[in-house]
């Protein structure tokens, strides 16, 4: 173990959450928070294990706008920034390092919920404005227990404000901001709860935001393109509860969003088309924020969330019927000029047919259905329960488009007549190169159980189980001069298993909580894509050419914490983790052959501390800090068909994606303002601190970082080194506002990112960095105001 590792036996450390309610100017009170992460009410200090939650107060005290934002404030969690609309969310340091768009048979590690919905999918989990939220609860550790597959590193729940019975309300918002070097960006938002009758109510609520963008896309004419990422997020949601009898409520919602942008958040160190050692070409080297583009780029997802909720309470126990029907239309659309001229350069083309502009489009047709039915005690007993059944059915059509117009004849040209027609495999358009269907079906079924027995007054003890049994089926047919071709393929998985967990909880005093746990989650195997071998040099064909399915990922969890509540305003949560995990799912680029693989290594770990902590030292200030030390490795080795080390899968190598220290802290002081007749007035700091981290395991050999294309082009002889950092710097953002509120009324002038830290959240490397390597970045200085009113009567 690393001297990480050693500091960490010695420490405990771990889990928060606060909230402050009423008016956020008027006196600041640090308040219980119920939360529903055992699927029963419970206060938060209560719950057994590790979990934050992120009150409505705290996502607008942060100034976070989205669940990448509000990560940097909840310790141990990490969201790795793929571009828009496409993120990776880990939680305590278990990664399986960077998953892109075109690996759909991967499952994801941390399980996602809107309210009872299952939203998580890999890479593509939807991106829901945090907008009239009740709080965003993040549950650590393995959640397999009452989530079940997906929850292996933990559970995100959004928790919406539902509608109210009691009286009308609503309330507005409105945002313009400015990037730096950057556009114009804004929101308008508002929600009406509406009381129908005495026992029914509907909440509206609607939003829309334009993103500004601040990439520039150099062309081919030598012209730029200013702002090229800019984009927009617009969604409503509908709920409608209604309450024929006291112990009966059912609520039907409709959640709707649309997210479209002109491009993604690329800046590039080295494109085939734009390069400091082209000569027959203007050398050109790419500065900071800046992209080469012969093709436009978009990225669209349209998501529409049907649900319904009913509970049904009896004497001792609430029966919850949830089912939901989620669909999902993504497009990736991005210009692989590059990446399809690359491979013309290895096949001999000549230049005309290298700089074709080349779109590659792909689709995602998401169709998930869901249902669980289970019962939970509401007595005041020495047992409490909650069992359960749930059912899940997924349908998800993945497809894959390269139409570059003229390439056919190209290829015919320099291939032989009727090459195009003969490598397409039955798909239409001979000017695709690459062509792919993939349509997957999962079923899931799954039986859960807990109970905790109060053993004494002081002391509590909780076992739980998940009987699960899972069907995976997958066709598979490409075609094109860079597919694989051949017939159509019939893969299918199939997983079956039962997870438990046991915890225990004793209350030391009526402050102090000590508890620790035991639990097991799990990730679903799979079968990996046929690679693309018509690209792969014979090499990268040796070493990736043999890597076909992968087996279950599971790991044990065993953690132990404090949680502390204090008359003088603090709470302190604390706790220490080890996990050990079985058959990680790593994912690996493979090389020139413009594919991704994913493989299981036998043994690694993670260990870590966490600590979040809340005060209220006077009246008029309130302050946070949140933090953890992590260190997640491998503790086996991989080797490939040569023997050698494949992608940096060694015995003691860093796990990919997660950092080993992220810190954030919160202050707020609220005092009174003689202005506007006497108003109520805050000034806010928020300092977020990410450790360095890289983007897949491979990213720590010694050498990873030089890149050579071996594409002689314009004027380039191929042989040229790119070297470039893959170690992803540390960064830290400070975000700064002011507040003032009068009766109903509100403004906040904020700025986020103070420094304007250009920071790399991830790297990008297209066909293994021959055609194009660059990093995703992150938003630059953010100058806006944002003023609020609220209703009721």
């Not at 490939?640 to 080390?645: C, E, F, K, V």
């Amino acid at each position: 173990m690393s001297g990480i590792g050693k500091k960490l036996r010695g420490l405990v450390a771990t889990l928060v959450a606060t909230g402050i309610s009423g008016s956020a100017f008027a006196q600041v009170m640090i308040e219980e928070i119920i939360v529903t992460a055992t699927k029963r009410e419970q206060s938060i200090q209560d719950i057994p294990f590790s979990i934050n939650a992120q009150t409505a107060v705290d996502i607008q005290r942060t100034g976070a706008t989205d669940l990448e934002g509000l990560s940097r404030n909840i310790a141990g969690l990490t969201v790795q920034n793929l571009g828009p609309g496409q993120s990776q969310v880990a939680i305590r340091g278990v990664s399986a390092g960077q998953i892109v768009r075109d690996q759909p048979g991967v499952k994801e590690q941390v399980g996602v919920y809107f309210d009872e919905s299952v939203i998580s999918l890999s890479l593509f989990t939807p991106d829901f404005d945090l907008y009239d939220l009740n709080r965003v609860e993040t549950l650590r550790g393995p959640q397999g227990t009452l989530f079940g597959s997906g929850s292996v590193g933990g559970t995100i729940r959004y928790i919406t404000n539902q509608p109210d019975l009691d009286g009308f309300e609503g309330h507005v918002e409105l945002d313009l901001n400015s990037v730096t070097d950057g556009d114009i960006g804004g929101s308008i938002k508002g929600m009406v709860n509406l009381p129908l009758s005495d026992n029914a109510a509907l909440r509206l609520v609607g939003y829309t935001t334009e993103y500004g963008g601040f990439i520039d896309a150099l062309r081919e004419d030598g012209s730029i393109t200013s702002d090229v990422n800019s984009g927009n997020r617009t969604g409503v949601r509908a709920a409608l509860t209604f309450s024929p009898t006291e112990n009966f409520t059912i609520t039907p919602r409709v959640v709707y969003q649309e997210i479209e942008t002109d491009g993604f958040n690329r800046q590039e160190v080295f494109n085939l088309f734009a390069n400091p050692h082209t000569t027959t070409r203007t050398p050109i080297q790419l500065g900071e924020r800046q992209q080469f583009l012969l093709l436009d780029e978009e990225f669209s997802d349209e998501t529409l969330l049907i649900d319904v909720v009913a509970d049904l309470a009896f004497e001792d126990f609430t029966v919850t019927f949830a089912a939901s029907d989620l669909d999902r239309e993504i497009l990736v659309s991005r210009d692989a000029s590059a990446l399809s001229g690359s491979v013309s350069v290895d096949l001999g083309f000549p230049d005309a047919g290298v700089l074709l502009p080349s779109n590659l489009r792909d689709t995602t047709d998401l169709q998930q259905t869901t249902f669980e039915l289970r019962a939970a005690s509401t007595n005041d007993g020495a047992w409490q329960w909650v069992v359960g059944a749930f059912l899940s059915d997924t349908e998800r059509e993945y497809k894959q488009r390269l139409p570059t117009p003229g390439y056919a004849a190209v290829t015919d040209a320099t291939l032989g007549a009727g090459t195009s027609a003969a490598v397409a495999n039955g798909f239409p358009n001979l000017d695709s190169a690459f062509n792919s269907d993939l349509p997957y079906d999962i079923e899931q079924t799954a039986f859960f159980g807990e109970v905790t027995y109060d053993v004494s007054d002081t002391f509590h003890l909780t076992a739980g189980g998940r009987f699960y049994d899972f069907d995976e089926s997958r066709t598979i047919i490409t075609g094109g001069l860079f597919a694989a071709g051949g017939p159509q393929q019939l893969n299918s998985t199939t997983s079956d298993g039962f997870t438990p967990r046991i915890l225990g909880s004793w209350n030391l005093n009526d402050n102090v909580t000590f508890n620790a746990q035991a639990s097991q989650g799990f990730r679903l195997g799979g079968v990996n894509d046929p690679l693309n071998t018509g690209l792969c040099t014979p090499q990268d064909l040796l070493v990736f050419g043999s890597f076909q399915d992968y087996n279950d990922e599971k790991m044990w969890n065993y953690e132990a914490g404090i949680k502390s509540t204090w008359d003088s305003g603090v709470t302190f949560n604390a706790g220490a983790f080890y996990s050990d995990i079985e058959d990680l799912q790593v994912t690996l680029d493979a090389g020139s052959c413009s594919s991704r693989i994913s493989f299981n290594v036998a043994d690694s770990h993670t260990a870590g501390v966490e600590f979040e902590v809340s005060a209220q030292p006077i009246e008029s200030l309130y302050f946070s800090l949140a933090g953890s030390i992590l260190e997640s490795e491998f503790d086996s080795t991989v080797v490939d068909a040569n023997g050698a080390i494949l992608g940096g899968v060694q015995d003691g190598n860093r796990l990919a994606s997660v950092p080993e220290f992220q810190f954030a802290a919160t202050g707020s002081y609220y005092f009174p303002l003689q202005a506007f007749g006497g108003s109520d007035a805050s000034v806010t700091l928020t300092v977020q601190h990410v450790g360095d981290r890289i983007t897949q395991p491979s990213d720590q050999t010694a050498g990873s970082g030089q890149f050579t294309s071996g594409l002689p082009f314009g004027g380039a002889t191929g042989n040229e080194l790119n070297v470039v950092d893959l170690e992803l710097d540390p960064y830290t953002i400070i975000n700064l506002s002011a507040s003032v509120e009068k009766d109903d009324w509100s403004a906040v002038i904020y700025v986020r990112n103070l420094g304007d830290e250009n920071a790399n959240t991830s790297f990008d490397r297209e066909r293994g960095g021959r055609a194009r390597l660059g990093f995703r970045a992150n938003m630059p200085r953010t100058i806006g105001i944002t003023l609020r009113k609220r209703f009721s009567n």
